[in-house]
T-cell receptor, first 115, second 112 residues
Framework: GAVVSQHPSRVICKSGTSVKIECRSL??????MFWYRQFPKQSLMLMAT?????????EQGVEKDKFLINHASLTLSTLTVTSAHPEDSSFYIC???????????FGDGTRLSIL | DAKTTQPTSMDCAEGRAANLPCNHS???????VYWYRQIHSQGPQYIIH???NNETNEMASLIITEDRKSSTLILPHATLRDTAVYYC?????????????FGRGTQLTVWP
């Protein structure tokens, strides 16, 4: 149980393109979803927290207009990297958490490469 | 900011127990200790978590000291597939909605 699916697993696109990444909880309802970014040889950095039906809460230094998060249902959250540039190239990972005492479960990540 | 301190790297022979320490001296009363691991180029995998009692599941055991200032993750019979970066994280599941702030973790290498 507690499976989180992330799609796509890899994206390569031109500078200026907007890219959407989907995160789905397959076998549980996720009251809260999280988005992380990880640069090579570094740890995961929390970008934002989202609850279904409400606006995401962004960590300090993360541009909310650059990284649009939508949490439309209890099983789906999307991250859109708008007008992506090479410096946005990174490994983006989502996680989802059910209610109560449930821990976060992570997707397998999306490797984004902006040319 | 990460509130834990872990060794940068550890080695373990296959079949032996791997004991990964973690210091969290500033942990507060409502914060849990979580352990995750990340195999290269994959998302982190949940291992175990606890508040103050020792915990065991099919993957590992978590030993938390009585003062809760440190803990140890035990993989009883390490295999080559346990080679990964192991993260110890303290988090409050209440007001912060369970946000996890990752430190650098411990790179565990299991040798044949």
């Amino acid at each position: 149980g507690a499976v989180v699916s992330q799609h796509p697993s890899r994206v390569i696109c031109k500078s200026g393109t907007s890219v959407k990444i989907e995160c789905r909880s397959l076998d549980f309802q996720a009251t809260t979803m999280f988005w992380y970014r990880q640069f090579p040889k570094q740890s995961l950095m929390l970008m934002a927290t989202s609850n279904e039906g409400s606006k995401a809460t962004y960590e300090q230094g993360v541009e909310k207009d650059k990284f649009l998060i939508n949490h439309a249902s209890l099983t789906l959250s999307t991250l859109t990297v708008t007008s992506a540039h090479p410096e946005d190239s990174s490994f983006y990972i989502c996680s989802a958490r059910g209610g109560g005492s449930q821990p976060q479960h992570f997707g397998d990540g999306t490797r984004l490469s902006i040319l | 900011d990460a509130k834990t301190t872990q060794p940068t790297s550890m080695d373990c022979a296959e079949g032996r127990a791997a004991n990964l320490p973690c210091n969290h001296s500033t942990i507060s009363g409502n914060e849990y200790v979580y352990w995750y691991r990340q195999i290269h180029s994959q998302g982190p995998q949940y291992i175990i978590h606890g508040l103050k009692n020792n915990e065991t599941n099919e993957m590992a055991s978590l030993i938390i000291t009585e003062d809760r200032k440190s803990s140890t993750l035990i993989l009883p019979h390490a295999t080559l597939r346990d080679t990964a970066v192991y993260y110890c994280i303290v988090a409050d599941r209440g007001s912060t909605l369970g946000r996890l702030y990752f430190g650098r973790g411990t790179q565990l290498t299991v040798w044949p």
